[in-house]
């Protein structure tokens, strides 16, 4: 399976911006880069995915490198209850699993 | 709409006891899944279900974990007998038919074995 890498953490203030970045150099054409994330003590939640044109949605926009490459999770305006684990994985319509990393853990500061 | 429903959510117990977790997924979800979360760890896959077959089990380990769904719903994981690793959150999840649609989460069990 085609491996995705992100930075162990990250922080942001309130009310601003967040880009959460990942890269996965030997993507697959046929890979989907989904993304979740699990708030303390919950179970991961389904965010956003996009195969290669940036996507929007309530909760966030992914926006996609042309080469595929890298992409990018933009939480528009983080509120402290956006603080949790995020996690990009690569889904190909052959996965046997949803294989997760250890994922960014993103710090809201108020 | 519910969500996934896993009960119980903590559950402590001695080592070399016996164990289950049950799961209720969402209405209309045919594909069922179990993970294992170590702290500070993602998520892994024990096994999946389409329906009432277990189509990928290949991390489930069998000498002391089992799994059945029922008619296509309900699910329960059995652990016997329990060892210290195994304490970790067990979670539930459940999609559409098939890997690539969005899987919704239960909460998890948090186990203790001590």
């Known amino acids: 399976d085609a491996k995705t890498t992100q930075p162990n953490s990250m922080e942001s203030n309130e009310e601003e911006p967040v880009h959460l970045p990942c890269n996965h150099s030997?993507?697959?054409?046929?890979?989907?880069i989904h993304w979740y994330r699990q708030l303390p003590s919950q179970g991961p939640e389904y965010v956003i995915h996009?195969?290669?044109s940036n996507v929007n949605n309530r909760m966030a926009s992914l926006a996609i490198a042309e080469d595929r490459k890298s992409s990018t999770l933009i939480l528009h305006r983080a509120t402290l209850r956006d603080a949790a684990v995020y996690y990009c994985i690569l889904v190909s319509g052959s996965a046997r699993q949803l294989t997760f990393g250890s994922g960014t853990q993103l710090t809201v500061l108020p | 709409e519910a969500g996934v429903v896993q009960s119980p959510r903590y559950k402590i117990i001695e080592k070399k006891q016996p164990v289950a977790f049950w799961c209720n997924p969402i209405s209309g979800h045919n594909t069922l899944y179990w993970y294992l979360q170590n702290l500070g760890q993602g998520p892994e896959l024990l096994i999946r279900?389409?329906?009432?077959?277990?189509?990928?089990d290949s991390q489930l380990p069998k000498d002391r974990f089992s799994a059945e769904r029922l008619k296509g719903v309900d699910s329960t994981l059995k652990i016997q007998p329990a060892e210290l690793g195994d304490s970790a959150v067990y979670l539930c999840?459940?999609?559409?038919?098939?890997?690539?649609?969005?899987?919704?989460f239960g909460p998890g069990t948090r186990l203790t074995v001590t």
């Open positions: 279900y389409e329906n009432e077959e277990a189509v990928d």
């Open positions: 999840a459940s999609s559409l038919q098939g890997i690539s649609y969005e899987q919704y």
């Open positions: 996009g195969l290669t």
């Open positions: 030997t993507i697959s054409g046929t890979d989907y």
